[in-house]
């Protein structure tokens, strides 16, 4: 079976000095190799095809026979890395918390251990009748998000 280690070591490698990052690296018991990876303006496949055959000529297929597939996470997953926070500063997420609270709002602000989120709360004074909506800007430790999507609208 092929190491996650050296893997990693060899898309790195495949991406530095570009907007590319890497996001996630599953490999399976019977070698197959899935790598996601993303950058700050998107990611064309043309670059998932250069890293994809960067990693191949890295790797002897006579040592190790194995299956490689290189893509971008997709909208629908979920962020893995604080760079996919990054990326999407300023655009709606949903995040839920690991407590299972859930709120939608925009990233304002990333910082190394937390994001800044933007979102409205509607709540309702006493005395009136009509609910009123606040703005609030909730910092949320990242070790305290259990998920986070970008919300997709159309």
Do not use: W
């Not at 990233?107 to 009136?128: A, C, D």
């Amino acid at each position: 079976m092929l190491d996650k280690t050296t893997i990693t070591k060899i898309v790195n490698e495949a991406i530095e000095d570009t907007d590319s990052f890497l996001v996630e690296i599953k490999a399976t018991n019977d070698n197959k190799i899935f790598v996601y990876i993303d950058g700050f303006e998107g990611m064309p496949i043309d670059e998932c095809v250069r890293v994809s055959r960067f990693i191949e000529s890295k790797l002897d297929r006579d040592q190790e026979d194995f299956e490689l597939q290189v893509s971008s996470p997709g909208l629908d997953q979920p962020f893995k890395v604080i760079e996919q926070y990054e990326k999407h500063k300023g655009e709606e997420v949903r995040v839920i918390l690991k407590d299972g609270t859930t709120f939608e709002g925009k990233i304002t602000e990333v910082k190394e251990n937390e994001i800044v989120l933007q979102h409205e709360e509607t709540y309702k004074e006493p005395g009136k009748k009509k609910k009123e909506k606040k703005i609030n800007n909730e910092a949320i430790s990242l070790e305290h998000i259990a998920s986070a999507k970008t919300i997709i609208r159309f």
